[in-house]
């Protein structure tokens, strides 16, 4: 044999090689995707599961804080008979209830005699008045705020000259 046929047969040798260890490393790269894609899969399983339970008891946090308001209304509502003592309960249970609200993050927007401002008002009526235009006069139904979100604008009647 040849130098030059011993070169090529080298240089075979070696590409088979090269393209052996190409393969096995098609391979492994391969058998890691799928792995990686097993992985993923169940991380969006696992995701979507959680997010299905977060929203599924989401108000529980919430309801259990109203439970006493629930039993306080049973207190009240057992009192029907005396007028004095049920319309006592009836307040305190407003109260408890508009307290825990309160604590939930909810704020009143009772805006009378204030500058009518249509990102918390909503104008339901005018009226001629001797007040500045556009000042609240009357609120008809009171808005919220949820935290820095308004959930409900205050619905009012306001003063036009």
């Known amino acids: 044999m040849t130098k030059q046929e011993t070169h090529k047969k080298s240089e075979i040798e070696n590409k088979d090689k090269l393209i052996k260890e190409l393969n096995h490393k098609t391979k492994e790269l391969s058998n890691s995707l799928q792995h990686l894609q097993a992985e993923f899969e169940n991380y969006k399983k696992r995701i979507d599961k959680e997010n299905e339970n977060f929203i599924k ?22 009192n029907h008979q005396d007028e004095n003592k049920f319309l006592e309960g009836m307040k305190l249970v407003f109260s408890q209830f508009y307290s825990t609200l309160e604590k939930e993050g909810l704020k009143q927007i009772n805006p009378l005699n204030e500058k009518f401002d249509p990102y ?11 007040n500045l235009d556009n000042t609240i006069t009357e609120v008809l139904q009171k808005g919220y705020i949820l935290n820095d979100k308004i959930i409900r604008h205050a619905k009012v009647k306001i003063a036009k000259k």
Do not use: G, R, T
Not at 57 to 78: G, R, V
Not at 120 to 130: I, N, T
């Open 57 to 78: 008891y989401s108000s529980q946090n919430l309801i259990i804080k109203l439970l006493p308001i629930i039993d306080s209304f049973e207190s009240a509502l057992k």
């Open 120 to 130: 918390k008002h909503e104008v339901m009526m005018h009226e001629k008045s001797d």
